[in-house]
């Protein structure tokens, strides 16, 4: 086993997954970091050499354990829209869009005591990449699902707006002590709400999205729009 990395193919990301995998017991106790991973390459009884492989560190669990969530996510929403009948109501885009940050938000609950030095390392210039790449795919699959047709905003727009949500109740949740995270369910409902305020304005919006320059800079503005910040 010495000397595996990554770049062996099939087999070597095969082992990453189940180093990875293996990691997450570890994190409540050393965090996102080297330690977890070493703990699970012994355990697996790999050569140490395997730490390799992690180009971005600990960083990597946090990056694996938040796709996996995103993958669990989109497998809920896909059997949802299975499950609906032909002829029925679709859920109406609002409800749809609060009820997928919601369950999206609790699904990182068995890790919340750690998620914010999770989130934390998503701010290295290494890790950030991935991070928002990720992201920004959660929020494409939370549209697509949501089956929105409206013409009122852009792609762009709108991908802003949800990511803008997200990141605002994720915030408010980390700070949020209410039994069963209440307040953090009663923000997300606000700011859902404040989604049809936002469309009022939407012509401005749209101008000051054009010259954002990227999801993340276009989700900044619209979640300082939302909180009355000019």
Not at 4 to 16: M, P, S, V, W
Request: with cysteine.
């Amino acid at each position: 086993s010495s000397g595996i990395n990554a770049e062996y193919g099939e087999k070597g990301e095969d082992l990453k997954f189940d180093i990875l995998e293996g990691s997450l017991k570890h994190v409540h106790n050393h965090g996102w970091t080297e330690t977890a991973l070493r703990h699970a390459i012994k355990e697996l009884d790999l050569s140490e050499a395997s730490i390799k492989m992690f180009k971005l560190g600990g960083a990597e669990i946090a990056l694996h354990y938040d796709q996996s969530l995103n993958d669990q996510l989109e497998d809920m929403m896909a059997q949802q829209k299975d499950d609906l009948a032909p002829d029925a109501e679709p859920v109406p885009i609002a409800d749809f869009l609060q009820d997928a940050i919601k369950t999206s938000l609790e699904l990182q609950l068995p890790y919340y005591d750690r998620w914010a030095e999770a989130l934390a390392l998503c701010i290295d210039p290494n890790v950030a990449p991935k991070a928002t790449s990720q992201f920004a795919h959660l929020i494409d699959d939370i549209w697509f699902y949501a089956g929105d047709k409206s013409t009122d905003f852009n792609w762009y727009t709108r991908r802003a707006t949800v990511a803008a949500v997200y990141g605002l109740t994720e915030l408010f949740m980390l700070q949020d002590t209410s039994p069963g995270y209440s307040e953090t369910w009663a923000f997300l409902n606000r700011r859902v709400t404040d989604l049809a305020a936002l469309g009022e304005n939407r012509v401005e919006l749209e101008k000051q999205l054009e010259s954002a320059g990227g999801l993340m800079k276009a989700t900044f503005i619209i979640a300082r729009n939302m909180l009355g910040q000019k």
